[in-house]
């Protein structure tokens, strides 16, 4: 999340940025993806919608202050009734699996259960994925009833897209607890291909993969966008990426799964940068990143460096 490139490439460019549109991407696509970037960021500060959550609560405070932060509407619970049942008003939802309780084995599946059955759009952070035979079982559920998007480092997509059979091990990725053991650049096909999967569960054959790293990686399962920048002080504060988690369900709220993800991943990296440059440390840095997410301009955003592969 640390990286001072700005350049723009079109390399390797698949797909079109409008799904709807027939034939290959033309060189405005960038273009369309900026536009429905910066749209994204205006419809969630005209609309504030509810994007609900079950997360971890060692984060929620930062999780919900940044939803607010970021202009959306927060609601947090871990009942599975409440959290179905307020899923009808919610325009998407979150779900975290770090710091487990016993209850969440059964709740949890429950819930991605009635998610899939509703077709109620919802993103996944599998913090940790691979430790634990807990949180194993709880992942591993969620291949009969996938999220829209999800969320998290190299090492928690590798592990992942293994446990659901989607990749074969190679031994060499390991699970490091909440911290990443593997580059991005090692996440870029298994990331693809939890993406294509997903899209395939989807009821509008949409969907995305979020991957955080020094470069932050979003992929639609053709398309795959680097994101540079950012600042390694969002490593100093508790709950950054569980936070991003719950903003990118803000925007998945009001625009497609690709569009969602990258705008989230671009405010926060942005937020961020600004952020470092104006605190003294991981205290003052989190209050300015909040600041920094209000205030940010939908131009700004969607102006941020976008490679496109």
């Not at 990443?180 to 949409?206: H, I, M, Y």
């Amino acid at each position: 999340m640390s990286d001072d490139s700005h350049t723009d490439t079109q390399s390797h460019c698949c797909g079109c940025a409008d799904q709807s549109a027939a034939g290959p991407c033309g060189p405005d696509d960038l273009t369309s993806i900026r536009g429905r970037i910066a749209q994204a960021v205006r419809d969630v500060r005209e609309r504030t919608p509810l994007a609900q959550s079950f997360t971890n609560f060692v984060t929620i405070n930062l999780v919900a202050n940044a939803q607010l932060a970021a202009g959306g509407t927060a609601a947090m619970s871990f009942l599975p009734d409440d959290v179905i049942d307020t899923a009808s008003i919610s325009g998407a939802d979150y779900i975290n699996v770090g710091t487990l309780l016993p209850f969440y084995k059964d709740a949890l599946p429950q819930i991605a259960r009635a998610f899939r059955k509703s077709g109620h759009k919802w993103v996944l952070d599998p913090v940790a994925a691979g430790i634990g035979k807990t949180r194993t079982e709880i992942l591993r559920s969620f291949r009969a009833a996938p999220p829209t998007i999800v969320r998290g480092n190299a090492s928690e997509i590798i592990a992942l897209a293994t446990m659901w059979g989607l990749i074969s091990p190679d031994g060499t990725s390991r699970p490091a607890g909440v911290e990443s053991v593997d580059d991005v650049d090692a996440a870029v096909e298994p990331a693809k291909t939890l993406a294509t999967f997903l899209a395939q569960s989807a009821p509008d054959a949409r969907a995305a993969v979020a991957v955080s790293g020094k470069v932050d990686l979003v992929t639609d399962g053709e398309r795959v966008y680097r994101l540079p920048g950012g600042s390694a002080m969002m490593t100093k504060i508790t709950g950054a990426g569980c936070s991003l988690g719950g903003v990118t369900a803000t925007y998945l709220a009001v625009a497609e799964p690709l569009i969602a993800a990258l705008a989230a991943s671009l405010l926060f990296n942005r937020a961020g940068e600004i952020a470092e440059t104006k605190s003294d440390g991981p205290g003052t840095f989190q209050a300015h990143f909040l600041d920094a997410l209000w205030n940010l301009a939908p131009e700004q955003v969607a102006g941020s460096a976008i490679d496109l592969r």
